[in-house]
């Protein structure tokens, strides 16, 4: 039989995180204090993050060991698998050859474990009792909350509005592990309560989320807050991804030409991309694509600029491309990637073109969904399904042009409980959705972009 799957011992996962901080052509632009417009310190951080994240969250170092405690959870299902989509390869009469990394693997069905275990443990460790996060479509919130009951912490998730009605499945995985999930806006903090007053209707967002997981964290001294993409440290994490993935493709005898991974906040694109960015950034020919929703097109679209995190403005300002904190995202599918801004670390990637982005329309997404689970059987999560999209417009390019090149993406979980949203495509009641560029420059109105952001010569 030919090989569909390349797996990993337990004893061949990476010891280490990678950290591509060590390894940009253009040194990032530091976060600044909201209120004094100076580079954050540690010290600024110490009551949304414990210190030991902090001091990862500023490392410059290549290599991080991953704590063996840490190490124990991930062999809950870690190495992840690596597939080869011979199915989906006949499907589409490609000469192209599709591989995609399996991170529908994990309990939670995500990718997002790799960081939440990491988190849940550094808190443990600095004596946290308490965390607060946000979460869209739910992935992050209920892979937290099962990292928080491994470790004995209370969990707390503002849900975005709009998705915790729209995925009632993930708001009872969260409840199963244990944690509070609370539809946001709400009125349990001053900050749902001022967006509330403003738009009692609204449906919600990551930065209005965030504004209330970051507020009730800094009111109690046992709290922290934890996010689950765009930080630097939450990059590193996710490195385990993309550092397998080497390992896997040498066993399968192969290397990437394409790299594809989807992209809201980046944690899920940058896991498996950045430990091959390093080979191009050390001259080798890859393309690297990240992909987003036109609906929430914050690569191809939002300026590169500094801008707040959340809605209600107390975070550092982010050295990012972004479409403005008080961005309010179309309520599509896709919960998962309408996030207003994108990591510092993507961002700043992009401008020295190490790689590139992509948006596509959400329609395309789900028919590319239904190619893949009628042919490689798996049911993705909306959210995965850009991914595969944008790969199968490269592998009809690679038919197109009469050539063969190699395709990796992210498989970065499951669609088994957002089926509702498969329901609402197969009954033709969802629509395509570009946005305006009246509502971007509306939502830029409060920010300025970087005039000159520094780049790779």
Not at 40 to 69: K, S, Y
Not at 147 to 161: A, D, H
């Amino acid at each position: 039989m030919r090989a569909k799957k390349y797996v990993l011992s337990e004893q061949d996962m990476p010891r280490k995180w990678y950290n591509i901080m060590a390894d940009m052509p253009t040194p990032m632009e530091p976060p600044l204090h909201p209120g004094t417009g100076q580079p954050v310190g540690p010290e600024d951080l110490a009551p949304i993050f414990p210190m030991n994240l902090i001091e990862q969250e500023m490392c410059t170092d290549r290599w991080i060991d991953i704590p063996e405690e840490v190490l124990d959870k991930y062999a809950i299902w870690r190495p992840s698998p690596l597939y080869r989509a011979y199915n989906l390869e006949k499907a589409l009469d490609t000469p192209a050859k599709i591989y995609f990394k399996n991170e529908g693997v994990s309990p939670a069905g995500s990718h997002k474990p790799n960081t939440a275990i990491a988190q849940a443990y550094y808190n443990k460790v600095a004596g946290t009792k308490k965390i607060t996060t946000e979460t869209g479509a739910g992935q992050w919130g209920s892979a937290l909350s099962m990292c928080c009951s491994f470790f004995g912490i209370e969990c707390k998730v503002f849900m975005v509005k709009i998705s915790y009605d729209q995925k009632p499945y993930r708001r009872l995985m969260m409840e199963t592990w244990g944690a509070n999930c609370t539809a946001s806006p709400s009125n349990e903090t001053r900050a749902g309560r001022s967006i509330l007053e403003k738009n009692p209707d609204s449906p919600g967002s990551l930065g209005m989320a965030i504004s209330e997981a970051v507020e009730e964290a800094v009111a109690d001294d046992d709290t922290k807050y934890a996010l689950g993409s765009v930080l630097n440290h939450v990059m590193i994490h996710q490195s385990i991804i993309g550092l397998e993935a080497i390992k896997q493709m040498k066993m399968a005898g192969d290397y990437p030409d394409v790299i594809i991974g989807s992209a809201g906040g980046g944690s899920n694109f940058a896991g498996l991309a950045f430990p091959f960015a390093l080979d191009k950034i050390n001259g080798k020919e890859i393309d690297i694509i990240a992909v987003e929703p036109t609906s929430c097109p914050t690569l191809t679209r939002g300026p590169f600029a500094y801008d707040f995190g959340d809605t209600v403005q107390m975070t550092p300002l982010l050295p990012m491309h972004t479409l403005g904190h008080n961005f309010v995202p179309a309520p599509i599918h896709a919960g998962g990637l309408r996030y207003h801004g994108m990591a510092p670390i993507v961002s700043q990637l992009l401008l020295d073109g190490i790689i590139r982005a992509e948006s596509i329309h959400q329609m395309e997404t789900f028919k590319a969904g239904l190619t893949f689970a009628r042919s490689e059987g798996f049911i993705s999560a909306p959210e995965c399904n850009h991914a595969i999209a944008i790969t199968i417009r490269e592998a009809l390019k690679a038919k197109e042009e009469g050539r063969e090149k190699t395709i990796l993406f992210n498989w970065s979980g499951h669609g088994l409980v957002d089926l509702a949203a498969y329901e609402s495509y197969l009954r033709g009641n969802l629509s395509d959705h570009e946005l305006p560029q009246e509502q971007i420059d509306n939502a830029l109105m409060d920010i300025k972009p970087l005039p000159k952001p520094r780049q790779a010569t």
